[in-house]
């Protein structure tokens, strides 16, 4: 057994008597001077968790009519003779912090949990492994949270919506077994990119290799590749180079010396295309040519594996947008060249702007990278208001395939019917 669900759990009268002895008890709960609930932390438990986004009663009173109920229920279920530990409340809600929980086990005694939700005014699934259940009031999963990894898909949690829950622990009689030595996860960030992942499985490649893998190799496999495929054809690189390679970037954009006409940078239209693009609000810089063989190694790769076959590099080309260039915008287009891949890389920024690939918003970090074909994918930014001191700096790595495929057909106007929806769901977004 993994997971069992019962529904309809307790009678209305049984909901009442619960409901007067949670107020109650949150009657109770430690305020500071600004009448907010202190943290769980200082107070055994009891208290704000902001990082769950959550209000929460470590360890609460509900009358014995209950507990022998639900423990009566959960032994007949699972033909066994356990003992209710203890019942912990917590009150998910945007006013308490961002409502998350990440992939994890807890690390106690407990042989199995309750997880009952008394009231919601929102969906929210809960995720045991790989799978995940809706939950509807009144109902519960039951399983070892010890020995599955539990999660709740990525949501934001609009203004007034909760989700109240209260979590029986129980733990068994004949086999008391402790968990607290459980193995911690290695690292924060794939475990981010995991709950990612299980949020939108099918948005992910990946996610048909790892299913089923236990957490740890779930985590190295994504370690290992760096690489989260996002979809069929758009995939996103992370920590792609290290700090000696982004300082080489960064001293070839400094070297640089773009000339100047009247103490203004000249018009790229005029100079071969280095210089200052005032329409795209942004800072051009002259292609590259002399890329050390670490650097073209790594870039060759992150083509190979993306694209499936051998291609070749065809032009490096540096950017900075800042509003101190014009005004940066990027309108949904296609590249209409004979390129077949880019590697649309962020060196540094000081603010965030994401990059629009079709239908969808693809969040960009420093030392990070989309990969997409921008003859076959529209890809564009929201619009964004950037002041002089904002900026962001970009290359483009541009790769050819060999069987010579030419999209200058695809040279259509802005305004082309092409767009049209992309155009509606930038425009929809307003000013970002
Ligand atoms: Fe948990
Ligand atoms: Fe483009």
């Given at each position: 057994?993994?997971v069992?669900?019962i529904?309809?759990?307790?009678?209305?009268?049984?909901?009442?008597?619960?409901?007067?002895?949670?107020?109650n008890?949150?009657?109770?709960?430690?305020?500071?001077?600004?009448?907010?609930?202190?943290?769980?932390?200082?107070?055994?438990?009891w208290?704000?968790h902001?990082?769950?986004?959550r209000l929460?009663?470590?360890?609460?009173?509900?009358?014995?009519?209950?507990?022998?109920?639900?423990?009566?229920i959960?032994?007949?279920?699972?033909?066994?003779?356990?003992?209710?530990?203890?019942?912990?409340?917590v009150?998910?809600?945007?006013?308490?912090?961002?409502?998350?929980?990440?992939?994890?086990?807890?690390r106690?005694?407990?042989?199995?949990?309750?997880?009952?939700?008394?009231?919601?005014?929102?969906?929210?699934?809960?995720?045991?492994?790989?799978?995940s259940?809706?939950?509807?009031?009144?109902s519960?999963?039951?399983?070892?949270?010890?020995?599955h990894?539990?999660?709740r898909?990525?949501?934001?949690?609009?203004?007034?919506?909760?989700v109240?829950?209260?979590?029986?622990r129980?733990?068994?009689?004949?086999?008391?077994?402790?968990?607290e030595?459980l193995?911690?996860?290695?690292?924060?960030?794939?475990?981010?990119?995991?709950?990612?992942?299980?949020?939108?499985?099918?948005?992910h490649?990946?996610?048909e290799?790892?299913?089923?893998?236990?957490?740890?190799d779930?985590?190295k496999?994504?370690?290992?590749?760096q690489?989260?495929?996002?979809?069929?054809?758009?995939k996103?690189?992370?920590n792609?180079?290290t700090?000696?390679?982004l300082?080489?970037?960064?001293?070839?954009?400094?070297?640089?010396?773009?000339?100047?006409?009247?103490?203004?940078?000249?018009?790229?239209k005029?100079?071969?295309?280095v210089?200052i693009?005032?329409?795209?609000?942004?800072?051009?810089?002259?292609?590259?040519?002399?890329?050390?063989?670490?650097?073209?190694?790594?870039?060759?790769?992150?083509a190979?594996?993306?694209?499936?076959?051998?291609?070749?590099?065809?032009?490096?080309?540096?950017?900075?947008?800042s509003?101190?260039y014009?005004?940066?915008?990027?309108?949904?287009?296609?590249?209409?060249?004979?390129?077949?891949?880019?590697?649309?890389?962020?060196?540094?920024?000081?603010?965030?702007w994401?990059?629009?690939?079709?239908?969808?918003?693809?969040?960009?970090?420093?030392?990070?990278?989309?990969?997409?074909?921008?003859n076959?994918?529209?890809?564009?930014?929201?619009?964004?208001?950037?002041?002089?001191?904002?900026y962001?700096?970009?290359?483009?790595?541009?790769f050819?395939?060999?069987?010579?495929?030419?999209?200058?057909?695809?040279?259509?106007?802005?305004?082309?019917?092409i767009?049209?929806?992309?155009?509606?769901?930038r425009?929809?977004?307003?000013?970002?």
């Amino acid at each position: 057994m993994t997971v069992n669900k019962i529904n309809n759990i307790f009678s209305t009268q049984e909901l009442l008597i619960i409901d007067s002895n949670i107020k109650n008890q949150i009657s109770f709960l430690q305020v500071d001077q600004e009448n907010n609930f202190k943290s769980y932390l200082v107070n055994n438990g009891w208290g704000l968790h902001q990082e769950l986004g959550r209000l929460q009663l470590g360890n609460i009173y509900l009358p014995n009519k209950i507990t022998k109920k639900i423990t009566k229920i959960i032994n007949n279920l699972l033909n066994s003779n356990f003992k209710l530990d203890h019942i912990v409340y917590v009150e998910y809600n945007k006013k308490y912090g961002k409502p998350s929980l990440k992939p994890h086990f807890d690390r106690d005694n407990s042989a199995v949990v309750v997880d009952f939700q008394l009231s919601a005014n929102t969906s929210w699934n809960l995720g045991v492994d790989y799978d995940s259940y809706k939950l509807e009031d009144n109902s519960a999963l039951i399983f070892n949270a010890n020995e599955h990894f539990h999660w709740r898909p990525i949501k934001n949690f609009k203004e007034d919506e909760f989700v109240k829950m209260l979590f029986f622990r129980f733990y068994n009689l004949d086999n008391k077994k402790s968990y607290e030595n459980l193995q911690e996860f290695s690292s924060s960030e794939a475990v981010e990119i995991l709950l990612e992942i299980l949020s939108n499985p099918t948005e992910h490649k990946i996610y048909e290799k790892i299913k089923g893998l236990s957490i740890y190799d779930a985590i190295k496999q994504i370690e290992d590749n760096q690489q989260v495929n996002l979809f069929d054809n758009i995939k996103k690189y992370e920590n792609i180079f290290t700090s000696e390679e982004l300082k080489f970037f960064e001293s070839i954009l400094d070297q640089y010396d773009i000339p100047k006409v009247n103490n203004n940078y000249i018009n790229s239209k005029d100079n071969d295309g280095v210089g200052i693009d005032q329409a795209l609000g942004r800072l051009q810089f002259k292609r590259f040519e002399n890329i050390p063989d670490n650097i073209r190694e790594k870039i060759n790769s992150i083509a190979k594996t993306s694209f499936g076959s051998e291609l070749s590099l065809s032009n490096t080309v540096a950017v900075e947008y800042s509003g101190k260039y014009g005004k940066p915008n990027l309108p949904p287009h296609f590249d209409a060249d004979d390129n077949s891949l880019i590697i649309n890389f962020q060196l540094s920024s000081n603010t965030s702007w994401d990059i629009g690939l079709n239908l969808k918003l693809y969040n960009l970090e420093n030392n990070c990278a989309l990969v997409f074909n921008p003859n076959e994918v529209i890809h564009w930014r929201p619009h964004k208001i950037f002041t002089n001191e904002e900026y962001i700096k970009m290359i483009f790595f541009r790769f050819t395939s060999f069987n010579d495929k030419k999209y200058l057909n695809l040279r259509h106007s802005m305004d082309h019917p092409i767009f049209k929806e992309t155009n509606l769901y930038r425009d929809k977004l307003g000013n970002t």
